[in-house]
């Protein structure tokens, strides 16, 4: 399907149909009826321009239980496309190829060669090179840790030491595709909210540990989104006062409790050497003495951050994920101890929902929000 097919056929009701099947698919016609209140005429209007571009497809037979007979589910034509997420961090280009369904393909990771808006949009190109090239890609998802606007503006990236760069602008010009630029949490979320292990959940919050702490909300089906999403305000909540202060000498705060580098840091302290993170989660599981201080002053932290997202928000599920969920892993009893301790007995159980697939969920959520923008 071309980019002018799609422009055409998804419009008004064709559009929340295809968007529709490409999050529950495969899925029935009387499903689909049902869920977008649509006729079966209406339903059949609609699909057959989507299903002659090969956008949609008959999915095989299967016996729909409300009438005992065989049906064709629709789905969507999951390798009819295929995108590119790029996560960008301060130092490197992390870059997947994805199908229309956020699957990963190849991926690779290019260091920057500079911090110029020049050198990134260079860097970036050389990962789509890397990757095979911009024959048949659909669209290209970048994400940022800061603040994003209008789908292509990065308005305030500090660890690249960024103002109002126009990235996604630059990108189209050098790749000829549609660009849309997200920060990095927000993108995560989606991914987790159409592909993930949160998909068809209409409430629920993440919270991503890394080098840093991020927070995403989905409240009625729909991410909580506004002028503050960027600023990285879910790092600074508050949660030991006798912890370590951050960079922005906030004590005890959610980045100076959980992040991997203040966690490292912390306990180079009292090791006297760098200590990795993996190796600190090994040391403290072997019963050393300062390791087993910060990770489990962590592990009551991240259960006390769980808590008060489920409070506060009001949602039942909390979703893990970045590259430093190892320490749920590790430490899931006294993480839940914490959760109990500021949770409400009467509350209803909050389920924790982990993503471990790592740094790779970054860049696979960079691509989701290209995916999502053909869609909405």
């Known amino acids: 399907m071309t980019a002018a097919h799609r422009g055409d056929a998804l419009t008004g009701p064709a559009r929340d149909l295809a968007r529709e099947v490409l999050i529950h698919g495969p899925i029935t016609r009387s499903e689909l009826g049902r869920r977008l209140g649509l006729s079966p005429a ?50 490197e ?9 956020a699957n990963l393909g190849a991926e690779c990771v290019i260091e920057l060669t500079g911090h110029e808006p020049v050198q990134v949009v260079a860097d970036i190109v050389r990962a789509t090179v890397e990757l095979g090239g911009m024959d048949g890609v659909t669209a290209i998802g970048v994400t940022v840790g800061g603040q994003v606007g209008r789908s292509r503006w990065v308005e305030r990236a500090p660890f690249l030491g960024w103002k109002g760069v126009d990235l996604g602008g630059m990108l189209h010009a050098a790749l000829g595709v549609p660009v849309v630029v997200e920060n990095d949490v927000v993108a995560l979320t989606a991914a987790e909210h159409w592909f993930g292990i949160a998909k068809g959940m209409e409430n629920f919050a993440v919270l991503t540990i890394g080098a840093g702490v991020g927070y995403g909300l989905v409240i009625h089906d729909r991410p909580v989104v506004n002028s503050d999403t960027g600023l990285g305000l879910g790092g600074h909540f508050p949660l030991d006062p006798t912890g370590p202060l951050c960079a922005e000498g906030h004590r005890g705060c959610s980045t100076a409790m959980l992040s991997i580098p203040s966690m490292t840091a912390s306990a180079r302290v009292g090791l006297s050497r760098d200590v990795g993170y993996d190796e600190l989660l090994d040391l403290a599981d ?12 962590a592990a009551r932290a991240l259960g006390r951050l769980i808590a008060a997202s489920a409070n506060l928000a009001m949602v039942q599920t909390i979703v893990l994920s970045g590259e430093g969920v190892g320490l749920a892993d590790r430490q899931l009893p006294r993480i839940l101890e914490a959760v109990r301790a500021d949770r409400d007995p009467d509350a209803a159980p909050v389920r924790i929902l982990v993503d471990r697939s790592g740094f790779t969920a970054w860049a696979r959520g960079a691509a989701a929000v290209a995916i999502q923008a053909s869609f909405v």
């Open 286 to 297: 072997a019963g050393d003495p300062v390791a087993a201080q910060v990770v489990g002053s």
């Open 42 to 91: 209406t339903l059949t209007r609609l699909s057959k321009p989507l299903l002659d571009e090969g956008l949609l497809v008959d999915a095989p037979e299967t016996i729909e239980r409300s009438i005992g007979r065989p049906v064709r589910p629709l789905d969507v034509s999951v390798d009819s496309q295929r995108f590119i997420g790029v996560k960008l961090t301060a130092g």
């Open 93 to 101: 280009v992390f870059a997947v190829t994805t199908d229309l369904r």
